[in-house]
């Protein structure tokens, strides 16, 4: 790392393209941004006029290069060390290599705690600001399996699903992430410090904006695209038809990365966006196992068998604590959701399960058939299937094998 790379992009009105700009003129070369800083006026014109062919934009960063050559390299970042927070940027051995094939990838990363491990798997846990009880529990539910597999879980810390996410990723492995659409130094929004100090102690909090940027409404689309960037699978928990959750969405498709959603009841507001990008060829995040095989590459059973291991070993209190929170939420979720609710074909489904004997597909039809006739189809059965397993009505206790809850 170049404390004068780091001075670089710290630089008042020198953003990341700027930066790529004259790294490139400078031929990529290692100490380019210590030549600018000591570079003579005359070069230091020239320089910006080939970066710019636009004049006036050519003088805007002429004269940012020249106040922030008024500041000193060591001193700044001996300050961003005093205060916890570190630096890493294109060309060095820590920068995520994830971020280095997404369109548009960051110049510098300023973080506190640490970055995400290049060697293990990583999935963007986002959804809405203002989630349902049904929502807050699946973010928690999906975040805590999949951490404790050792899957680094990443989000924007935002109020909702992401800080519910990312505080049960934090409290299950160590194995939460968060970007920010501020300076690494500041805790946005507030009522997330708790999580804010967890992250910086057992995970990392990671921006690509200067220490001391206030979060402002334009820096969080932009943020985005590095949420979905350091991931290899996007799961949306809930989302708004019209969401800017659905901007992180646009970003990991570009960036090729899989995208998966949660899916609600049609009459949910907050689940319409989850139930279009599944309309739009988005996969169904119908468990976290389901994920689990894509990111792991691992049969369903085989996650399952080594999840019942880890429950097994975990001390008493903590899987009884962890049970009741999930019991409570759920009998809550169940309340709104009342078997009166059920359409037929559900119902029907529940009625040929039972929760001691795990049943398949095929041995479910027959009885729903003969209580509902000839119109129930395998597709069917499959498809009320796993909206009964969101919704809390059904487990898959192994991969094709059902029980009611």
Known sequence: MSIFSEW??????????????????????????????TMSEQKLKELTEEAFQDKERADRCLQALREGRKRNPVVLSSQNRKNGIFFTCV?????????????????????????????????????????????????????????????????????????????????????????????????????????YDALCRQGGVISEYPPGTQPKAPLFPVRNRLISGLSDVL??????????????????????????????????????????????????????EYLLEDLLKMPADEIVRRQAAADAGAPAAGRKARNHADSTALQIERWKLSESALLPLDAAICRALDPSTPRCIESILPPVR???GARASYADIMRGITMLIVRGFVKEIRTGYYITR
């Open 8 to 37: 670089l992009i710290q630089t008042p009105g020198i953003g990341r393209v700027s930066a790529y700009r004259f790294r490139n003129l400078l031929r990529n070369e290692e100490d380019f941004a210590q030549k600018i800083y």
């Open 91 to 195: 060309g060095d051995p820590d920068f995520p290599e994830r971020l280095l094939s997404i369109p548009d990838p960051p110049f510098g990363l300023f973080y506190k705690g640490r970055l995400p491990a290049g060697n293990l798997r990583s999935c963007a846990v986002i959804g809405s600001r203002m989630c349902s009880a049904y929502g807050a529990l699946q973010a928690r539910i999906f975040a805590r399996r999949l951490s404790q597999s050792g899957v680094q879980i990443i989000s924007g810390m935002a109020r909702g699903v992401d800080g519910i996410a990312g505080e049960e990723a934090a409290q299950t492995k160590d194995m939460s992430f968060a970007v920010l659409g501020g300076g690494a130094d500041i805790c946005y929004p507030k009522e997330n410090r708790k999580l």
């Open 235 to 288: 799961l949306v928990i809930e989302a708004r038809e019209k969401s800017g959750t659905l901007i992180t969405v646009d970003r990991a498709l570009e960036q090729g990365r899989s995208v998966y959603a949660l899916p609600g009841r049609v009459s949910d507001s907050t689940s319409s966006g989850c139930n279009k990008l599944i309309m739009q060829g988005a996969q169904i995040a119908v468990s976290p």
């Open 370 to 372: 003969k209580e509902l």
